[in-house]
C-alpha cells in the first residue's frame, strides 16, 4: 500500500482530495497543514478517524519536519499555498514564504527522501491575462503573473522545473482554473456571494463584472490530479479546466436566481488592481494523455454548491465568527497567524 503525503489538505481543495484518496483508493494519507486561517480541520472530519489518515500540523518551510515526513512516502502530492489574490495585493510576503520558500523545502526534503513523485499544484493564474477573441491557455504559453500570488505560484513553478531540469526529481506540475464546490472559504467569489444573499447583504461585484473565468467543480479537478499522480509523464505540465468560460456577473445573477433572491442586492464595487480580464484552459494534452476531462455540468454543479452553503450554516457562521480559530488556540494552545 502506497502512502502520499499531502500538503494543504485541511484547504478547500486539499481536503478534496484527501477525501477521496480515503474513500476511493487505497492509499494511506499523511496530511501536512499549518492551519492557516483558511486551514480548518471541520473540512475532514467525515474521515479524520480513518486508519490510513493521518493529520500532522506544521508549516511546509519547517525543514526538519518535511525531511522527517518524506522519509517513508511514496509520492508528495503538494496544495499548500497562501491563495486568494485579494490578500497577496495587501500583502506579498506570506505568499513569498510559503509559495516560494515552502516549496523549495518541500522540493529539497523529497528529492533528499527519494520520494518517487512529486506533483505541485498550480494554477491558470501564472499565464497572466487574456484578450476576448485570443486563444486558450496552453502548456507552453510564457509565463506572465500580474498579481503578487500569481507571481509566487509561477515562481514555485520555475523552482519545480528546476528540480526536474538539474536534478532529475520526477516532478509534475497541474494549472488549473477557477474551482467552486463545498468547503470554500468565504473571501472567494461564488461562496462570498452565496452568504452575502443569504444573509441580504450587497453581493460586491468589481469593476464591470464582465471579467471572465474558466470553472471547474473541485471534484473533477481533483480527479485530474490524481490521473496526473498515478499516470502522468515526469518532467510535464498538465492544464486542467472546466472548458467552462463565465462572466463574474453571469455567475453572481445565478447564485441569486437560484436562491430566489433580488438583483438589487448587486453592488459594483472598486476594480481590484491589476484585474485579469479572462482566464482559458486549453485541455487537449491531458484528455489524449491520461484520459482525463471535468464531467461536472455547471448549473448542475453550482446548484449542489449553493444548496451545501445552504445546508451547512454552521460550518460559514463559525468561520465568519471566528470560533474556528478559537478552536485551534485551545487545541495547539499557540499564536495562530
Ligand atoms: P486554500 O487557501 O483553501 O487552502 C490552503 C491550505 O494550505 C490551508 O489548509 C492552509 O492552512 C495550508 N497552508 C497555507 N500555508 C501553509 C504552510 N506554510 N504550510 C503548510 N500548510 C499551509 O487553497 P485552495 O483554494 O484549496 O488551493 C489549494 C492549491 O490549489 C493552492 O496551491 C492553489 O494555488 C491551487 N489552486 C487553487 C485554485 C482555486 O480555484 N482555488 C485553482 C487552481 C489552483
Ligand atoms: O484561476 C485560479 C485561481 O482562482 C486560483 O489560483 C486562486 O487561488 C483562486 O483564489 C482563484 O483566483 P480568482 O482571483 O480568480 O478568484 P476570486 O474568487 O477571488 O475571484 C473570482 C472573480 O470574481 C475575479 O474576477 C474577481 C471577482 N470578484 C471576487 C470577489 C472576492 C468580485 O467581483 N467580487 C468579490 O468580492
Not at 436562491?259 to 464595487?269: F, T, W
Amino acid at each position: 500500500m502506497k502512502t502520499i503525503l499531502v500538503t494543504g489538505g485541511c484547504g478547500f481543495i486539499g481536503s478534496c482530495f484527501v477525501r477521496m484518496l480515503i474513500r476511493e483508493t487505497g492509499y494511506s494519507v499523511v496530511n501536512l497543514d499549518a492551519l492557516t486561517y483558511a486551514g480548518n480541520l471541520a473540512n475532514l472530519d467525515d474521515i479524520a478517524g480513518d486508519r490510513r489518515y493521518r493529520f500532522v500540523r506544521g508549516r511546509i518551510e519547517d525543514a526538519g519536519l518535511v525531511a522527517e515526513l518524506c522519509r517513508g512516502v511514496d509520492a508528495v502530492v503538494h496544495f499548500a499555498a497562501e491563495s486568494h489574490v485579494d490578500r497577496s495585493i495587501e500583502d506579498a510576503s506570506p505568499f513569498v514564504t510559503t509559495n516560494v520558500l515552502g516549496t523549495q523545502v518541500l522540493l529539497d526534503a523529497a528529492r533528499a527522501a527519494g520520494v518517487q513523485r512529486f506533483v505541485h499544484v498550480s494554477t491558470d493564474e501564472v499565464y497572466g491575462s487574456l484578450g476576448q477573441g485570443d486563444p486558450p491557455f496552453e502548456e507552453t504559453t510564457p509565463l506572465a503573473p500580474n498579481s503578487p500570488y500569481a507571481a509566487s505560484k509561477a515562481g514555485s513553478d520555475m523552482l519545480v522545473r528546476a528540480a526536474w531540469k538539474t536534478y532529475g526529481m520526477p516532478v509534475l506540475i497541474t494549472r488549473c482554473s477557477n474551482n467552486y464546490g463545498p468547503y470554500q472559504f468565504p473571501e472567494k467569489l461564488i461562496p462570498l456571494m452565496t452568504i452575502n444573499a443569504l444573509e441580504g447583504r450587497p453581493l460586491p461585484v468589481y469593476g464591470d463584472g464582465r471579467n471572465v473565468r474558466d470553472w471547474i467543480f473541485v471534484d473533477d479537478h481533483c480527479r485530474g490530479i490524481l490521473a496526473v499522480l498515478e499516470k502522468g509523464r515526469p518532467g510535464e505540465v498538465y492544464n486542467l479546466g472546466g472548458e467552462c468560460e463565465k462572466e463574474n456577473i453571469e455567475i453572481v445573477r445565478l447564485i441569486l436566481e437560484i436562491l430566489g433572491k433580488p438583483e438589487e442586492l448587486i453592488q459594483y464595487v472598486d476594480d481590484r488592481p491589476g484585474h485579469d480580464r479572462r482566464y482559458a484552459m486549453a485541455i487537449e494534452k491531458v484528455k489524449r494523455e491520461l484520459g482525463w476531462s471535468p464531467a461536472t455540468d455547471f448549473r448542475a454543479g453550482l446548484e449542489r454548491t449553493v444548496q451545501w452553503y445552504c445546508d451547512h450554516r454552521q460550518w460559514w457562521e463559525q468561520i465568519l465568527s471566528g470560533e474556528y480559530m478559537e478552536f485551534y488556540r485551545r487545541q495547539y494552545g499557540e499564536r495562530l497567524q
